[in-house]
């Protein structure tokens, strides 16, 4: 009996220093016009706004970038490339160096092609995950002119819920004692 408490112990132990997720603000899907701002807490999009977070910004008709919001310049950025968005997880985006001024946008070359995935750490200290679903031509008819991400946004602060993984290291580690006490006393049940 002693050694079940010690074990269970042990396991509850194991299970709470695991990394847990971060809890979900909001998540959606937006258009981003050419030289607009996106501002990922209030899911807005703003021409001039200090609380916006990205900038998708047209060098010229042919070259754009998107970048930290112009009047903002906490919120950073990170190019994913083809990282799948919904394999992105929370641990992830807290554990990423957010250090990029800027991604190049398409045409040619682009960590912005349709499927790709970028990460944001927002002015406010929260975590994004984003896809580039689409581009649009925009009022003035060019390509690449407007921007389709989906996006979740993660409050950067771990939640008290481990990861189910703890709990499967857990059983995995709870097993093992089980296997290794059977093989050290071989006669014995309980």
């Given at each position: 009996m002693k050694h079940k408490a010690i074990l269970a112990l042990l396991g509850l132990a194991l299970a709470w220093s695991m990394p847990s997720q971060a809890s979900l603000i909001n998540s959606g899907s937006a258009w981003i016009p050419g030289t607009f701002q996106f501002d990922f807490e209030s899911g807005t999009i703003s021409g001039v706004s200090p609380t916006a977070d990205i900038f998708w910004n047209q060098l010229t008709g042919t070259t754009r970038q998107l970048q930290p919001a112009f009047l903002n310049s906490t919120a950073a950025l990170l190019a994913l490339?083809?990282?799948?968005?919904?394999?992105?997880?929370?641990?992830?985006?807290?554990?990423?160096?957010?250090?990029?001024?800027?991604?190049?946008?398409?045409?040619?070359?682009?960590?912005?092609?349709?499927?790709?995935?970028?990460?944001?750490?927002?002015?406010?200290?929260?975590?994004?995950?984003?896809?580039?679903?689409?581009?649009?031509?925009?009022?003035?008819?060019?390509?690449?002119?407007?921007?389709?991400?989906?996006?979740?946004?993660?409050?950067g602060q771990p939640a008290s819920v481990p990861e189910p993984g703890s709990f499967a290291l857990l059983a995995l580690g709870l097993a093992a004692a089980t296997v290794a006490r059977q093989h050290i006393h071989p006669g014995r049940q309980r």
């Open positions: 490339g083809n990282t799948p968005f919904a394999g992105i997880t929370e641990t992830d985006l807290l554990g990423y160096v957010y250090s990029t001024p800027f991604i190049e946008g398409p045409p040619g070359g682009s960590l912005l092609d349709v499927g790709n995935t970028f990460a944001v750490l927002t002015a406010e200290g929260h975590y994004a995950k984003v896809e580039v679903t689409d581009y649009g031509t925009g009022t003035v008819g060019r390509d690449f002119y407007d921007i389709h991400i989906a996006y979740a946004l993660f409050d």
